[in-house]
């Protein structure tokens, strides 16, 4: 079982920055794949990032287009603790932020779909002002 809190939404202008935390609960954290999914009103959840373990201390990262260069997710084993920077923000970006974790590896396609991930955080808002 796998508990997730998410915190770090808010409202910024455009061209700004926010951080979005998304603490676990759970003693096989370092290799849980992580990843963040978004929902804006009126339109279905989408995938934004993921980091999954690749062994040893390696990690595995991909992003959606859409945030590519300007998102970058990563991860603090010894916090249970997965992140979000998001910079260079754009209205578009206005959306839901969900957390969402599976213990098994995930890879290629599979880490972009939510269906592949059991476990979700309650989200947080993230509004960006034009």
């Known amino acids: 079982q796998v508990q997730l809190v998410e915190s770090g939404g808010g409202l910024v202008q455009a061209g700004g920055s926010l951080r979005l935390s998304c603490a676990a609960s759970g003693r096989t954290f370092s290799s849980t794949t992580m990843g963040w999914f978004r929902q804006a009103p009126g339109k279905e959840r989408e995938f934004v990032a993921a980091i999954s373990w690749s062994g040893g201390s390696t990690y595995y990262v991909d992003y959606a287009d859409s945030v590519k260069g300007r998102f970058t997710i990563s991860r603090d084993n010894a916090k249970n603790t997965v992140y979000l920077q998001m910079n260079s923000l754009k209205p578009e970006d206005t959306a839901v932020y969900y957390c969402?974790?599976?213990?098994?590896?995930?890879?290629?396609?599979?880490?972009?779909?939510?269906?592949?991930?059991?476990?979700w955080g309650q989200g947080t808002q993230v509004t960006v002002s034009s």
């Open positions: 969402a974790a599976q213990t098994s590896q995930l890879a290629g396609r599979t880490l972009k779909r939510d269906q592949n991930y059991r476990y």
